[in-house]
Antibody, heavy 118, light 108 residues
């Protein structure tokens, strides 16, 4: 069974940093590209970032480019999102998801809440 | 950047058919995927590549895509179908994944 478990969320002040983790199990993590998606309270889904299986290709949403960095450790079956210069508008539940063959988001974690507030 | 527009809400009686549109410029040339999200839960893929269903998704869910509109159709609607639905595409011109604005389906 595919499992994705996010962690690392919490309360942080504007301008601060946070590192999210996503631990994967139940599939060959090192063969899958991965993505982060976020959802602000009461709002819709927003794609954040993408990383290929061997960390060769990276994509970022315009809203986070230059502030967020996606990375992975295939030996640890883990995906990360380093978030710097956080803003109020980064407040959201952050989900990690597997990338499907058709550019879909096939499997999702349960999400971790990031709150940016003074 | 590419924009996907969805009707904010759709109401449907049990047993009837719900049609959820997703508008985008020449969206018919793209591959469209659909997600169902119930309150407090992560999204679930219900339709991929315009009209294919992942394993475990009921046949009541179907999709189509042509011109400037893609449509998710839910036949014989059940109370358990009440959820938010999002369309999604890959925009190769910007290397961005794009989600629609979302449609809340209410079962009367």
């Amino acid at each position: 069974e595919v499992q994705l478990v996010e962690s690392g969320g919490g309360l942080v002040q504007p301008g601060g940093s946070l590192r999210l983790s996503c631990t994967a199990s139940g599939f060959s993590f090192n063969t899958y590209s991965m993505k982060w998606v976020r959802q602000a309270p009461g709002k819709g889904l927003e794609w954040v970032s993408y990383i290929s299986s061997a960390s060769e290709t990276f994509y970022y949403a315009d809203s986070v480019k230059g502030r967020f960095t996606i990375s992975r450790d295939n030996a640890k079956n883990s995906l990360y999102l380093q978030m710097n210069s956080l803003r109020d508008e980064d407040t959201a539940v952050y989900y990690c998801a597997t990338d499907g063959r058709a550019s879909t988001f096939d499997y999702w974690g349960q999400g971790t809440l990031v709150t940016v507030s003074s | 950047s590419y924009v996907l527009t969805q009707t904010p809400s759709v109401s449907v009686a049990p047993g009837k058919t719900a049609r959820i549109p997703c508008g985008g410029d020449n969206i018919g040339r793209k591959s469209v995927h659909w997600y169902q999200q119930k309150p407090g839960q992560a999204p679930v893929l219900v339709i991929y590549s315009d009209s294919d269903r992942p394993s475990g998704i009921p046949e009541r869910f179907s999709g189509s895509n042509s011109g400037n509109t893609a449509t998710l159709t839910i036949s014989r609607v059940e109370a358990g179908d009440e959820a938010d639905y999002y369309c999604q595409v890959w925009d190769s011109s910007s290397d961005h994944y794009v989600f629609g604005t979302g449609t809340k389906v209410t079962v009367l």
